[in-house]
């Protein structure tokens, strides 16, 4: 009987003895013993002996008198289905070790100071055909489509000279419009002294010319020497130098016209200009005689879609790029400078070809559009109305 009633009390207590089992994974799972002692006043004290698992499941329950040897323990019960996680071997805290993730994060570079910047290149120079040894290989590095360039005649409505403020009023003028470069056709007008400072003040390179009076007279010799005279010291503000504007329309022969060209470029050349050196003649001429553009260093051509009778102003950039590219290759690859394209705001129609603002504007959208990989000056700045009776 006082065993049973000791049995139900060990069963009794048996879920504060469960809930008191730590479930910790840090310490080595051993077999514990957990004992409670019991006394009463008819028999000697007890001694009640409960043994459990990990689980706090009871394996096993003896009881033993005060006094008496305790029973040999049972025997290490069979391990449960659920296996016990490995514990560290020492039975010490786990020191705490911070999270590593999944996936490394990516490495960050320390950011590197930009690069210094560098100017474009200059564009590469055409190949030359046989026979053009005069030809520099470097002649026309300073020639590019960023140039926005336009033709600049240094002359009243009357025909007269325009003075140093009234130039200096035109550059002012070409700044504002966005030109970058003009071209001007000869040495008269004292326009080497008035246009030269009134652009350099403006930002605006010069291409310059010997005009085919000159070139008849036999004077070419003497307009180079004014022009090396202006710019030897610094060739920097010069993009080109043009002998003889459209000699075939002038009463000149192919061999005059070259002819001269020699002359200046040699001349230029001594004085220490490297730059390219032009005849500048229509592209009609240029395709029916090759020998114009031989020697030359760039093949310089005006082209002028209003001067077709079947080309209307929408399609006028598309005539200068395909007749551009038929000169090119007349004249053996060269790279082609369009020095002169535009079209009328004013005057006699021609065949399709209609001046007026709209169709002026029109054109030059065309052109700027169709010709974007051409360098090219836009004909011209001002209204020449000191031209009379002449067609241009």
Same mark, same amino acid.
């Given at each position: 009987?006082?065993?049973?009633?000791?049995?139900?009390?060990?069963?009794?207590?048996?879920?504060?003895?469960?809930?008191?089992?730590?479930?910790?994974?840090?310490?080595?799972?051993?077999?514990?013993?957990?004992?409670?002692?019991?006394?009463? %006043?008819? /028999?000697?004290?007890?001694?009640?002996?409960?043994?459990? =698992?990990?689980?706090?499941?009871?394996?096993? %329950?003896?009881?033993?008198?005060?006094?008496?040897?305790?029973?040999?323990?049972?025997?290490?019960?069979?391990?449960?289905?659920?296996?016990?996680?490995? $514990?560290?071997?020492?039975?010490?805290?786990?020191?705490?070790?911070?999270?590593?993730?999944?996936?490394?994060?990516?490495?960050?570079?320390?950011?590197?100071?930009?690069?210094?910047?560098? =100017?474009?290149?200059?564009?590469?120079?055409s190949p030359s055909p046989s026979g053009s040894s005069n030809s520099d290989s470097n002649a026309n590095s300073g020639l590019g489509t960023s140039d926005n360039g336009v033709s600049y005649s240094p002359y009243t409505n009357a025909g007269g000279c325009k003075?140093?403020?009234?130039?200096?009023?035109?550059?002012?003028?070409?700044?504002?419009?966005?030109?970058?470069?003009?071209?001007?056709?000869?040495?008269?007008?004292?326009?080497?002294?008035?246009?030269?400072? $009134?652009?350099?003040?403006?930002?605006?390179?010069?291409?310059?010319?010997?005009?085919?009076?000159?070139?008849?007279?036999?004077?070419?010799?003497? =307009?180079?020497?004014?022009?090396?005279?202006?710019?030897?010291?610094?060739?920097?503000?010069?993009?080109?130098?043009?002998?003889?504007?459209?000699?075939?329309?002038?009463?000149?022969?192919?061999?005059?016209?070259? /002819?001269?060209?020699?002359?200046?470029? %040699?001349?230029?050349?001594?004085?220490?200009?490297?730059?390219?050196?032009?005849?500048?003649?229509?592209?009609a001429a240029i395709k029916k005689d090759a020998r114009i553009c031989a020697d030359v260093d760039v093949v310089a051509a005006n082209i002028h879609a209003f001067f077709s009778k079947i080309t209307p102003a929408e399609e006028a950039g598309k005539l200068v /790029?395909?007749?551009?590219?038929?000169?090119?290759? $007349?004249?053996?690859? @060269?790279?082609?400078?369009?020095?002169?394209?535009?079209?009328?705001? @004013?005057?006699?129609?021609?065949?399709? /070809?209609?001046?007026?603002?709209?169709?002026?504007?029109?054109?030059?959208?065309?052109?700027?559009?169709?010709?974007?990989?051409?360098?090219?000056?836009?004909?011209? $700045?001002?209204?020449?109305?000191?031209?009379?009776?002449?067609?241009?």
């Amino acid at each position: 009987m006082r065993s049973t009633q000791i049995s139900a009390l060990a069963l009794a207590i048996l879920p504060l003895l469960v809930a008191a089992q730590p479930h910790g994974h840090q310490h080595r799972h051993e077999r514990r013993e957990i004992v409670t002692e019991y006394a009463t %006043t008819t /028999a000697p004290p007890v001694r009640v002996v409960v043994i459990v =698992d990990a689980q706090g499941r009871p394996l096993s %329950t003896s009881t033993v008198t005060l006094g008496e040897t305790p029973p040999t323990p049972a025997p290490e019960p069979v391990k449960v289905d659920t296996p016990p996680k490995e $514990a560290p071997s020492k039975q010490e805290p786990a020191k705490p070790v911070a999270a590593k993730p999944v996936v490394d994060p990516p490495k960050q570079d320390t950011p590197k100071p930009d690069p210094p910047k560098q =100017d474009a290149p200059a564009p590469s120079p055409s190949p030359s055909p046989s026979g053009s040894s005069n030809s520099d290989s470097n002649a026309n590095s300073g020639l590019g489509t960023s140039d926005n360039g336009v033709s600049y005649s240094p002359y009243t409505n009357a025909g007269g000279c325009k003075q140093a403020p009234e130039v200096s009023a035109d550059m002012a003028k070409l700044k504002q419009l966005g030109f970058s470069m003009i071209r001007i056709y000869g040495t008269d007008c004292d326009q080497l002294k008035t246009i030269p400072p $009134a652009a350099k003040e403006n930002g605006i390179k010069i291409m310059a010319g010997v005009y085919n009076d000159q070139i008849k007279a036999g004077a070419v010799e003497k =307009d180079v020497k004014m022009i090396t005279d202006t710019f030897g010291n610094s060739w920097d503000q010069v993009k080109a130098v043009i002998i003889g504007n459209e000699p075939s329309l002038n009463g000149m022969s192919v061999e005059q016209s070259v /002819a001269a060209y020699k002359t200046g470029r %040699t001349a230029l050349r001594s004085a220490g200009f490297q730059g390219p050196v032009m005849i500048a003649e229509t592209y009609a001429a240029i395709k029916k005689d090759a020998r114009i553009c031989a020697d030359v260093d760039v093949v310089a051509a005006n082209i002028h879609a209003f001067f077709s009778k079947i080309t209307p102003a929408e399609e006028a950039g598309k005539l200068v /790029a395909e007749e551009a590219d038929a000169v090119s290759k $007349a004249c053996g690859g @060269k790279k082609v400078f369009v020095t002169e394209s535009g079209w009328p705001h @004013k005057g006699d129609n021609n065949g399709k /070809a209609i001046p007026s603002r709209e169709n002026q504007q029109k054109a030059m959208n065309s052109i700027k559009k169709s010709c974007s990989h051409l360098p090219l000056i836009q004909f011209t $700045a001002f209204n020449d109305l000191w031209k009379k009776g002449k067609t241009g």
